[in-house]
């Protein structure tokens, strides 16, 4: 009975945020962001993990808005190819590999297969909408923030950003996770009832474009947005632009099942639209959308999360199409038999043929030539 009435009121209380207003207060997770200094990179110095902090740009300040730099016109692809549990494939080799850029080949010039440290963004939906203090979707985001990063490395680098009204970062790119933790510690009472997805997740893909190496964010949120600048579309675009792999993982699951019977049609609507446009998210970019029903899934999930950028293929080629017209390009990966340039047949332990999933980004925007 007693685990009944909590499953009771974590519906109801889901119920109530559908209909929640907004609700301004004095204290919140978000801040308006600090003007960052100007890009002023230099490509003789050992590349940075992010550009956000003040500690790695002091002493780098510029005079003038114009930067210029040497650049090679190199498309990389980072892939992963699952097979029909969701677990990535190994050893596989270069040749076995096409890449289709607008649907003409191109010629594989680089390929790796070494693991690398990662730098991970995770994007926090902290509004009072679902996550009030010791409700069901409080307990549920802090547990799915903690879990996840207790299964990093000590190479690899975490930013924590939260968002509601506004996007703030928690604490920048770092592999101090005491500063980690002690930015998901502020997670406590949330200030403002909205969820601005959209906005968050195309300015944190903005500011990662340009950091190095193996990349992602990781959403952990609702999937609802309410009040975003930036519509769908937009948000869609500027993800695929950036080429950051998104990762989400949908809370309230088992709340959302249980007040389905009472929640009006547009609000179940609102619902399904959300895990649509987080599975359009993460296809596009070469990530994966999780729906987890119960905590005991989320363990299973991290690990997913962790095989599939840590056993990426790291593709590269130089485009046929060499104009610079900031056009955008269609990317297709394929595993192809070289042989008979036919789709790739793989055969499990039993010498039976399974479907495999290629991930990876579905595109890319070509640059502009400099006047």
Same mark, same amino acid.
């Given at each position: 009975?007693?685990?009944?009435?909590?499953?009771?009121?974590?519906?109801? %209380?889901? +119920?109530? $945020?559908?209909?929640? !207003?907004?609700? #301004?207060?004095?204290? %919140?997770?978000?801040?308006?962001?600090?003007?960052?200094a100007p890009d002023t990179t230099d490509t003789s110095l050992a590349p940075i993990p992010s550009k956000l902090s #003040?500690?790695?740009?002091? $002493?780098?300040?510029?005079?003038?808005?114009?930067?210029?730099?040497a650049e090679t016109n190199v498309v990389n692809i980072d892939v992963q190819v699952l097979d029909n549990h969701g677990n990535p494939i190994p050893n596989i080799p270069r040749d076995k590999f096409r890449i289709l850029e607008d649907n003409v080949p191109q010629t594989l010039t680089q390929y790796s297969v070494a693991e690398a440290p990662m730098t991970v963004a995770m994007v926090v939906e902290f509004s009072?909408?679902?996550?009030?203090?010791?409700?069901?979707?409080?307990?549920?985001?802090?547990t799915a923030s903690y879990g996840f990063v207790s299964t990093l490395k000590p190479?690899?680098?975490?930013?924590? +950003?939260?968002?509601?009204?506004?996007?703030? +970062?928690?604490?920048?790119f770092t592999n101090d996770r005491n500063k980690t933790m002690e930015a998901m510690a502020s997670l406590r009472i949330p200030g403002f009832s909205e969820s601005n997805m959209f906005d968050a997740l195309a300015d944190t893909a903005d500011r990662m474009s340009k950091i190095e190496g193996r990349k992602a964010i990781l959403l952990i949120a609702s999937g609802i947005d309410t009040f975003s600048k930036l519509t769908y579309d937009?948000?869609?675009?500027?993800?695929?632009?950036? $080429?950051? #792999?998104v990762y989400s993982i949908e809370m309230l699951q088992l709340q959302r099942i249980m007040a389905e019977s009472r929640m009006s049609a547009t609000q179940n609507l609102d619902f399904l639209q959300a895990d649509n446009e987080l599975k359009t998210f993460a296809k596009e970019t070469g990530g994966q959308a999780f729906f987890p029903r119960f905590q005991g899934d989320l363990p299973g999930v991290f690990h997913a999360i962790s095989q599939s950028l840590?056993? !990426?293929?790291?593709?590269?080629?130089?485009?046929?199409?060499?104009?610079?017209?900031?056009?955008?390009?269609?990317?297709?990966? !394929?595993?192809?038999? #070289?042989?008979?340039n036919e789709p790739l047949k793989m055969l499990d332990e039993k010498g039976k043929p399974f479907k495999y999933t290629i991930l990876a980004k579905a595109g890319y925007t070509a640059p502009r030539a400099v006047e």
């Amino acid at each position: 009975m007693k685990k009944w009435t909590l499953a009771a009121a974590a519906a109801l %209380t889901l +119920i109530v $945020g559908v209909w929640a !207003q907004d609700n #301004p207060s004095s204290e %919140t997770v978000a801040k308006p962001r600090k003007q960052s200094a100007p890009d002023t990179t230099d490509t003789s110095l050992a590349p940075i993990p992010s550009k956000l902090s #003040p500690k790695a740009t002091k $002493g780098n300040e510029a005079t003038s808005d114009a930067s210029f730099k040497a650049e090679t016109n190199v498309v990389n692809i980072d892939v992963q190819v699952l097979d029909n549990h969701g677990n990535p494939i190994p050893n596989i080799p270069r040749d076995k590999f096409r890449i289709l850029e607008d649907n003409v080949p191109q010629t594989l010039t680089q390929y790796s297969v070494a693991e690398a440290p990662m730098t991970v963004a995770m994007v926090v939906e902290f509004s009072a909408r679902y996550q009030a203090y010791y409700s069901a979707g409080w307990r549920e985001t802090l547990t799915a923030s903690y879990g996840f990063v207790s299964t990093l490395k000590p190479d690899d680098y975490v930013a924590v +950003i939260a968002y509601d009204l506004r996007t703030t +970062i928690l604490s920048d790119f770092t592999n101090d996770r005491n500063k980690t933790m002690e930015a998901m510690a502020s997670l406590r009472i949330p200030g403002f009832s909205e969820s601005n997805m959209f906005d968050a997740l195309a300015d944190t893909a903005d500011r990662m474009s340009k950091i190095e190496g193996r990349k992602a964010i990781l959403l952990i949120a609702s999937g609802i947005d309410t009040f975003s600048k930036l519509t769908y579309d937009k948000a869609r675009k500027a993800l695929q632009e950036a $080429g950051v #792999p998104v990762y989400s993982i949908e809370m309230l699951q088992l709340q959302r099942i249980m007040a389905e019977s009472r929640m009006s049609a547009t609000q179940n609507l609102d619902f399904l639209q959300a895990d649509n446009e987080l599975k359009t998210f993460a296809k596009e970019t070469g990530g994966q959308a999780f729906f987890p029903r119960f905590q005991g899934d989320l363990p299973g999930v991290f690990h997913a999360i962790s095989q599939s950028l840590r056993n !990426q293929y790291s593709l590269g080629y130089s485009p046929n199409n060499q104009a610079k017209d900031g056009k955008f390009r269609k990317l297709t990966v !394929q595993l192809v038999n #070289p042989g008979t340039n036919e789709p790739l047949k793989m055969l499990d332990e039993k010498g039976k043929p399974f479907k495999y999933t290629i991930l990876a980004k579905a595109g890319y925007t070509a640059p502009r030539a400099v006047e």
